[in-house]
């Protein structure tokens, strides 16, 4: 089995690749869920969804996010309404955050309640939160603090960023299925997310370090140089104290990566490197670069 941590957008567009050269029921899926929140009456999970819909055939692969041809009919009659939609949420992918948020209210957790969506879906491959506790990333901001959502959708993340918070304080525990996974794994490849508001959080899940050391562990690097290959890595890893590159990405993780992979074209150094095109572009790239990590792990 090959366990990949994952955040929204890189990661699985690395899975993308990955499930070309492994079958779906041999890869699990550790899913921030920093990013989760309740808007509109109903549960968001946008990095899981975003798994769920990739396994199931349904991700819109243009945006990275909510399901190929789905309709805006809700949100534009809720707009008319006068509902503060910020966040753009298509028919169908709403029906999702409803059945969600009726499991999680009938007493399923969360890792219950994406069991059972990833049933009806089809899903094969396991998809589970890193955490059925309420964990979520905001940012200070000079509008205030903010959740990611608003700083990211609303505000399309061009607020200056001065720190970064995780609430409420403390870790959360990791679940048995979490650490079952990354324990179990012939690998677990790190994806190129951002390693603040994707992968940080995951690492802050108690027993996941842990497990993460007794592992052989590949990381791919999400940026090029200074700026991160999508997303807002490069102002939030700032404002985390880190520098935003690769090498402040393999800082992070130092303790616990086994092999390390950064693109070719990267100007910044980090010892030890695997050098390699990460800049998946389409499926075969994706592929070519899913190879390579399989690679690292067949040779550990």
């Not at 789905?70 to 534009?76: G, I, Q, R, S």
């Not at 990460?278 to 790239?285: F, H, I, Q």
Request: aromatic share 6%.
């Amino acid at each position: 089995m090959i366990t990949v941590l994952s955040g929204g957008t890189g990661t699985p567009k690395l899975l993308r690749g990955l499930r070309r050269l492994v079958p779906d029921p041999d890869l699990a899926v550790v899913v921030n869920t920093a990013e989760d929140c309740w808007l509109y009456g109903n549960h968001v999970s946008p990095d899981i969804d975003t798994v769920l819909y990739l396994f199931a055939g349904l991700l819109d692969h243009g945006t990275w996010w909510g399901i190929r041809g789905d309709t805006f009919v809700t949100h534009e009659m809720a707009r008319q309404l006068g509902v503060d939609a910020f966040l753009r949420v298509g028919d169908r992918d709403r029906a999702v955050h409803i059945r969600r948020a009726e499991l999680l209210r009938e007493g399923r957790t969360l890792t219950g309640a994406t069991a059972a969506l990833a049933a009806v879906l089809g899903v094969q491959a396991q998809v589970l939160p890193m955490t059925d506790a309420p964990y979520a990333t905001y940012v200070r901001t000079p509008e205030g603090l903010l959740h990611f959502q608003e700083y990211w959708v609303r505000h399309r993340g061009t607020l200056p960023v001065a720190e970064v918070v995780r609430l409420p304080p403390g870790s959360p525990a990791a679940t048995g299925a979490v650490i079952d996974a990354i324990r179990g794994a012939e690998a677990v490849v790190i994806g190129p997310s951002n390693p603040v508001t994707s992968i940080a959080p995951i690492l802050e899940c108690r027993g996941v370090v842990e497990a993460l050391r007794e592992a052989f562990v590949v990381a791919v690097s999400p940026f090029i140089g200074t700026e991160p290959i999508s997303g807002p890595a490069g102002p939030l890893m700032a404002a985390a104290g880190q520098e935003p590159s690769s090498l402040g990405t393999y800082r992070l993780y130092a303790e616990f990566v086994d092999r390390f992979v950064q693109d070719v074209r990267d100007p910044v150094e980090v010892p030890g490197a695997v050098r390699t095109d990460t800049l998946m572009v389409d499926e075969e790239r994706s592929e070519a670069l899913a190879r390579v990590v399989l690679d690292l792990a067949h040779r550990r």
